[in-house]
């Protein structure tokens, strides 16, 4: 089943154009990496599926429904989790908080179950030790693995992730990737952009690689990685394997 189509979609910033005429799809239960250098439109097209931007022009469904047209963007958004570089968490609410005050204000969830569904998922990314932990004063790490499970509290149908590692000091970057590759191996649908290329070649079902606002490779991990058709791509690849 297909749970985002997007056609021919463009997207300018001023004169600059993004976009340059994307078609890109994402089925049920598949992890769809989106990789690709800087400034080459990746974020940007997960910033249109969550709606944070609107394309010029050009069709997204998710779910089947015309999501550009929306009445309500969010009730979209509730169905639709997503993870940023600098994790957006509330800095004056302790982690346990985090994650019930989404759900009892989006989904009017009781304080009970809130709370349920919340010390399930920080179990989950191994938080639960900290549930009174002022957010302030834990690591990159595991701000991260809090987003994640703030995010997961919703009932998302779908997970998009915009470089989660990158603002975090190496040895935080395994702990959040492992949650990852936990639900994945779980089913969830997930669309990440990210430069973890071993992420990429181990829990993807597929790459997609955009250069220049398009996409240039949509292929399985194997075949990226071992048999490039583009040139830019072979590039791409020497520059990241080589550092």
């Given at each position: 089943m297909t749970l985002v189509s997007i056609r021919d979609i463009h997207k300018r910033f001023g004169s600059l154009e993004v976009l340059k005429g994307v078609d890109f799809d994402v089925q049920e239960g598949e992890v769809v990496c989106l990789l690709g250098r800087?400034?080459?439109?990746?974020?940007?097209?997960?910033?249109c599926i969550n709606l944070l931007e609107k394309p010029d022009s050009g069709e997204i469904r998710v779910f089947g429904e015309d999501i550009l047209n929306t009445k309500d963007v969010n009730a979209y958004r509730a169905k639709v989790g997503m993870c940023f570089q600098q994790f957006n968490l509330f800095s004056n609410m302790n982690v346990l908080h985090n994650c019930t005050v989404p759900q009892q204000r989006v989904l009017k969830r009781s304080r009970a179950e809130a709370e349920e569904k919340a010390r399930y998922y920080l179990q989950k990314v191994g938080m639960q030790d900290f549930l009174q932990a002022d957010v302030?004063?834990?690591?990159?790490?595991?701000?991260q693995r809090v987003a994640i499970a703030r995010a997961l509290c919703m009932d998302p149908k779908l997970m998009l992730f915009d470089e989660p590692t990158s603002a975090l000091d190496p040895e935080m970057v395994g702990e959040v990737l492992n949650v990852m590759k936990q639900l994945?191996?779980?089913?969830?649908?997930m669309v990440v952009v990210t430069h973890e290329m071993g992420f990429a070649r181990n829990v993807a079902d597929r790459i997609v690689f955009m250069d220049d606002g398009v996409i240039v490779e949509d292929c399985p991990p194997s075949e990226f990685f071992e048999n490039p058709t583009k040139e830019v791509t072979r590039q791409f690849l020497r520059h990241y394997l080589e550092n």
């Amino acid at each position: 089943m297909t749970l985002v189509s997007i056609r021919d979609i463009h997207k300018r910033f001023g004169s600059l154009e993004v976009l340059k005429g994307v078609d890109f799809d994402v089925q049920e239960g598949e992890v769809v990496c989106l990789l690709g250098r800087s400034g080459s439109g990746k974020s940007t097209l997960l910033r249109c599926i969550n709606l944070l931007e609107k394309p010029d022009s050009g069709e997204i469904r998710v779910f089947g429904e015309d999501i550009l047209n929306t009445k309500d963007v969010n009730a979209y958004r509730a169905k639709v989790g997503m993870c940023f570089q600098q994790f957006n968490l509330f800095s004056n609410m302790n982690v346990l908080h985090n994650c019930t005050v989404p759900q009892q204000r989006v989904l009017k969830r009781s304080r009970a179950e809130a709370e349920e569904k919340a010390r399930y998922y920080l179990q989950k990314v191994g938080m639960q030790d900290f549930l009174q932990a002022d957010v302030r004063m834990i690591s990159g790490g595991q701000k991260q693995r809090v987003a994640i499970a703030r995010a997961l509290c919703m009932d998302p149908k779908l997970m998009l992730f915009d470089e989660p590692t990158s603002a975090l000091d190496p040895e935080m970057v395994g702990e959040v990737l492992n949650v990852m590759k936990q639900l994945a191996e779980d089913g969830l649908t997930m669309v990440v952009v990210t430069h973890e290329m071993g992420f990429a070649r181990n829990v993807a079902d597929r790459i997609v690689f955009m250069d220049d606002g398009v996409i240039v490779e949509d292929c399985p991990p194997s075949e990226f990685f071992e048999n490039p058709t583009k040139e830019v791509t072979r590039q791409f690849l020497r520059h990241y394997l080589e550092n």
